[in-house]
């Protein structure tokens, strides 16, 4: 991590501050920090930060304060932390990661706020342009995207023979999206065929909606031709259908004679009530999941 970059960005940040907006401020200026998880996640790159202020004068407890926000792993919690901050007037916001900007440029438009994220902070909206982010916001971008081909690379030449490389990612981080896409388009510009992608990225991906629209849609494909056979529009004999069977009990000589006849319509019955027990269980598991 090029913490040493990060560091004199934040504390030029506060030290650049305007004069009018110090006079408000307590003489010790107060640095926010906001971040999605817990202090131990990140225990190495708190320790850096630490030094690196001392490093250039300012040490925390005697010439800053660092006011710590930590949401615990629940990043919905993030823009009420930010807006803590901001209400709390810090010189300069310190936002570890791409959710934590987000909530900190949503907080505040005046306050400076500086950012280290994995890609490209114009393509994420942070900033308008590199050159001239026309905002309050500055930062670093560690090009963990844009060298993704080139980790590949690597990982091949050092291991000739993998057929299979794993890609430990975040879920609830919105940028490993593009992490993972990227390295999908690296393994596809090095011979990985798109039925090994497909098989082994895009469907453990979709499964869940797929089994729950399959439990969804079977019970009304029976329904259909279950209709259109007691009509007598769909199958008829010799073939075999739900539909004329219902239809034959219509008749009173065969309801008399053949009562064990009542067994499709109770089959029936049962076969959409489970296939509907099946898909609220889906429904409500993979919603879990997906939160």
């Known amino acids: ?55 250039t004068g300012y040490v925390e407890g005697e010439k800053l304060t660092i006011e710590y926000r930590w949401a615990e792993g629940q990043f919905d919690r993030l823009p009420m932390l930010a807006a803590e901050l901001a209400r709390r007037q810090v010189a300069v916001i310190a936002a570890g990661n791409f959710a934590s900007a987000v909530a900190a440029k949503a907080a505040t438009t005046t306050i400076p706020i500086v950012f280290a994220v994995a890609e490209d902070p114009v393509r994420l909206g942070l900033v308008a ?117 219902l239809s034959e009990l219509q008749k009173y000589s065969v309801l008399s004679s053949y009562w064990w006849m009542y067994v499709p319509a109770a089959a029936l019955a049962i076969l959409f009530l489970a296939y509907h027990w099946a898909s609220a269980v889906l429904q409500e598991k993979f919603a879990a999941v997906s939160t």
Do not use: C
């Open 1 to 55: 991590m090029r913490r040493r970059e990060f560091i004199t960005l934040a504390s030029s940040a506060a030290a650049a501050w305007p004069l009018a907006a110090r006079a408000q401020q307590p003489t010790i200026p107060v640095i926010g920090f906001l971040y999605p998880t817990s202090p131990d996640t990140i225990a190495d790159r708190l320790r850096g930060l630490r030094q690196g202020l001392k490093e």
């Open 129 to 245: 342009s590199l050159a001239r982010p026309d905002s309050n916001l500055t930062g670093i971008n560690f090009f963990n995207i844009e060298v993704t081909a080139k980790r590949l690379e690597l990982l091949r030449e050092l291991v000739p023979g993998a057929a299979r490389v794993a890609v430990l990612v975040n879920p609830t981080n919105p940028v490993n999206e593009t992490t993972l896409r990227s390295t999908e388009l690296a393994a596809r510009a090095m011979g990985a065929s798109d039925v090994h992608i497909l098989w082994k990225h895009v469907i453990p991906q979709t499964y869940g909606i797929l089994l729950t629209q399959a439990a969804l849609l079977i019970p009304q494909f029976i329904l259909a031709e279950v209709t259109l056979s007691f009509l007598g529009l769909g199958a008829g004999e010799p073939v075999a259908s739900w539909g004329s069977l």
